[in-house]
């Protein structure tokens, strides 16, 4: 990402800014400018809905109703007409119109007159509809509660520039629609995640955010420093560690939504700080894990959005039929003709493939991670509808459970939708002495070089020393799941904050 320079407001904004705080001083000079005294008692969404049958609802039936309403919410268009005027109010919920007469308002129709789109206000009074249909709210009181001292953005074009739109995202929740339905669904998809997963038994949990030693993912931490204890920490990669040791523990099905921090690039697909369900089931092997993930994303597609159909980048995912489980060396072969079943194993082979393929590696690596390495250049963007790709070699599955039919490879899988890794589960590895290996073979890969190794981590040995039960894992990107469910193609445009550079000043 280049480096941003904040852009000075132009003239003609320059001069609306001084006219709105102009009329603020005034506001300030008569008393109190920022009142907090108005409490609604209505929404403009619930309205619209409760009143949406026009036939019925006229605008003698409303009034005939005598309901009085208290809505509050910026003031998002305005129309002067003499003795009567109309303005679009904009609240959590939804708009609606009101309609202003002199004669109803007294002094408080002048004042309006100076309001400007953008202010926030509140509005007391009945319900009509106008001649073209639109249900309004027929005022008899309104007030001013907070000036907006900058202009909106122009309707008609919003906030073109996609930048501003990340680092102004309080103004692109106003004037972008499609933004504030990304998030409301964002919510609404945790949310339905929560519900299911504790009719299932399994119980919420929180995990440490800060580590002492970094670990359940290969990935580079970021590192703090607490100051009292003159000691190193970082931010955790993945909480996976800790959970399982809470089923040591017992705690046989726990969860936890909360954020990763990985210390990579930022891209499309990647934020450094990004969103995680991580859930483990004790007696699970990775074949109920991959059925879990596929009911717990069809579920919420149905409830979220009322189908399982999405389009997502120009493609279209059908999450209804059963997801496709195909292994990754038969995924390769299958896209790499020239590569056969004994090259799957063989690291010189694999190495000759990958110079041919054009795909750079290094001399430690493996068959495991050469194999990976070709599945991700010649597979992954081929996985349109949702596929589990499994059988993962052991060499790049440092906490999976080694098969027991085929060795060198795991019971893991990984779930891929349009070309883009959604999920990644496994049976875990719960002997004691296979795992410290592991992890001696990830200490000998970073001091080799490799700063996206694991570290060793004694505690979590001793902890499965203890015994833990069988047990299948599962991690699923939040942050990709509401991409694809919304049909967005940047990570950026599912967070609220995503990561900028800092301003500079001009």
């Known amino acids: 990402m280049t480096e941003s320079t904040a852009t000075p407001a132009p003239a ?15 506001l300030r000079a008569k008393g109190n400018a920022y009142p907090n005294d108005f409490r609604r008692s209505d929404y403009a969404g619930d309205l619209q809905a409760e009143y949406a049958d026009a036939a019925r609802w006229t605008a003698e039936a409303l009034e005939g109703q005598g309901r009085q309403v208290k809505l509050a919410g910026r003031m998002m268009a305005k129309r002067v007409m003499g003795k009567a005027s109309f303005a679009q109010l904009m609240d959590e919920s939804g708009r609606i119109q009101l309609f202003l007469q002199a004669n109803a308002l007294g002094e408080a129709y002048e004042a309006f007159k100076s309001f400007d789109v953008g202010d926030i206000i509140a509005v007391e009074g009945g319900l009509t509809r106008t001649r073209t249909g639109e249900l309004s709210v027929k005022a008899t009181s309104l007030r001013l509660l907070v000036k907006s001292l900058r202009p909106l953005p122009d309707k008609w074009h919003g906030l073109s520039d996609v930048e501003q739109r ?24 945790i949310r339905h995640i929560r519900s299911w997963l504790d009719a299932r038994r399994f119980l919420e949990v929180e995990t440490p955010m800060m580590h002492y030693i970094p670990g359940g993912a290969t990935a580079r931490p970021f590192v703090t420093h607490h100051n009292a204890l003159d000691l190193d920490l970082y931010l955790r990669v993945a909480p996976e560690l800790y959970l399982k040791r809470l089923v040591v523990g017992g705690l046989e099905r726990v969860y936890e939504i909360n954020r990763n921090f990985r210390n990579e690039g930022v891209s499309t697909r990647h934020n450094p700080e990004f969103t995680m369900l991580e859930l483990y089931e004790a007696y699970a092997t990775y074949h109920e894990i991959m059925d879990l993930t596929e009911a717990l994303i069809r579920d919420t597609a149905r409830q979220v ?13 059908d999450l209804g039929p059963a997801f496709r489980r195909w292994r990754m060396d038969e995924a390769v072969r299958h896209h790499n003709p020239d590569i056969s079943a004994a ?3 063989d690291a010189e082979a694999l190495r000759r493939h990958c110079e041919r393929l054009g795909i750079r590696y290094k001399p430690s690596w493996g068959w495991g991670k050469l194999l990976l390495e070709i599945f991700e250049a010649t597979v992954e963007h081929h996985l349109v509808q949702p596929t589990f790709i ?10 999976a459970r080694a098969s027991d039919d085929d060795p060198g490879y795991t019971d893991r899988f990984e779930l891929f939708v349009n070309g883009k890794e959604i999920a990644n589960g496994f049976s875990e590895l719960n002997d004691p002495d296979d795992q410290r290996e592991r992890f001696l073979a990830q200490v000998a890969a970073r001091e080799g070089g490799d700063d996206e190794a694991m570290y060793f981590d004694a505690d979590y040995i001793r902890a499965l020393e203890y015994g833990m039960a069988p047990t299948g894992g599962l991690g699923v990107g939040i942050d990709r799941l509401v991409m694809m469910l919304t049909g967005v193609g940047s990570i950026r445009d599912v967070l609220l904050f995503p990561y900028m550079r800092p301003e500079q000043s001009a």
């Open 12 to 26: 003609d904004e320059n001069h609306l800014i001084a006219d709105r705080r102009a009329k603020l001083a005034a």
């Open 390 to 399: 499994t059988a993962h070699p052991i060499e790049v599955s440092p906490l």
């Open 343 to 345: 090259d799957c194993t």
């Open 305 to 317: 959005l009322g189908t399982t159909r999405v389009a997502w980048e120009g493609a279209e995912i």
């Open 166 to 189: 990340y680092r102004q995202r309080y103004v692109d929740l106003i004037v972008t629609p499609e933004a504030r339905d990304v998030f409301v669904k964002r919510s609404r998809i």
